[in-house]
């Protein structure tokens, strides 16, 4: 519901119609939108392109996100899928922009890749989120090399505690 209203605030801010006009924009934004209630133990997400990603001992769901933007031109746009996920204490979830996988680098100056991308919050996800922060700096600088960054980069992630836990 929340992505709903800020698509059609958005369309109305741009003035997008479903007349191309020209005063009227064609763009658009992804976003990646959640509520998190840790106490009851429930994440409520929806996504405009920028899914989700939760780890739990181990393993990677995808929470996938709708196709669509935020604000850009659809003459039918479709409503925002509003997903109920249950998480535990221990999990952890990774919001992002595409500018991590989409970043060109490497020897044959190819995409990070989204595939890559998951791979790699496997192998760091047990770490404390301050070293993760580091090992993503780490590895999105080695693999840009001489390249420039293409795009804005963000990673967040949290990780799953009670109140009560020990930071």
């Given at each position: 519901?929340?992505?709903?209203?800020?698509?059609?605030?958005?369309?109305?801010s741009l003035h997008q119609t479903d007349e191309?006009?020209?005063?009227?924009?064609?763009?658009?934004?992804?976003?990646?939108?959640?509520?998190?209630?840790?106490?009851?133990?429930?994440?409520?997400?929806?996504?405009?392109?920028?899914?989700?990603?939760?780890?739990?001992?181990?393993?990677?769901?995808?929470?996938?996100?709708?196709?669509?933007?935020?604000?850009?031109?659809?003459?039918?746009?479709?409503?925002?899928?509003?997903?109920?996920?249950?998480?535990?204490?221990?999990?952890?979830?990774?919001?992002f922009s595409d500018g991590f996988p989409d970043?060109?680098?490497?020897?044959?100056?190819?995409?990070?890749?989204?595939?890559?991308?998951?791979?790699?919050?496997?192998?760091?996800?047990?770490?404390?989120?301050?070293?993760?922060?580091?090992?993503?700096?780490?590895?999105?600088?080695?693999?840009?090399?001489?390249?420039?960054?293409?795009?804005?980069?963000?990673?967040?992630?949290?990780?799953?505690?009670?109140?009560?836990?020990?930071?």
């Amino acid at each position: 519901v929340a992505l709903d209203l800020l698509a059609a605030r958005v369309r109305e801010s741009l003035h997008q119609t479903d007349e191309a006009t020209e005063d009227s924009s064609v763009d658009g934004m992804d976003v990646a939108f959640c509520i998190l209630n840790p106490e009851l133990g429930i994440l409520q997400f929806a996504g405009a392109h920028n899914h989700l990603y939760l780890v739990r001992d181990g393993e990677m769901e995808v929470i996938k996100a709708d196709m669509q933007d935020i604000g850009s031109k659809y003459k039918n746009p479709h409503p925002f899928t509003n997903h109920f996920v249950d998480v535990q204490q221990g999990d952890v979830i990774y919001l992002f922009s595409d500018g991590f996988p989409d970043q060109f680098g490497g020897k044959d100056r190819r995409k990070y890749k989204y595939g890559k991308f998951r791979k790699f919050l496997l192998e760091i996800h047990q770490e404390p989120m301050s070293k993760q922060k580091k090992l993503l700096d780490e590895e999105l600088t080695q693999w840009m090399g001489d390249y420039e960054q293409i795009d804005d980069v963000l990673v967040m992630g949290i990780r799953i505690r009670r109140a009560s836990d020990p930071q």
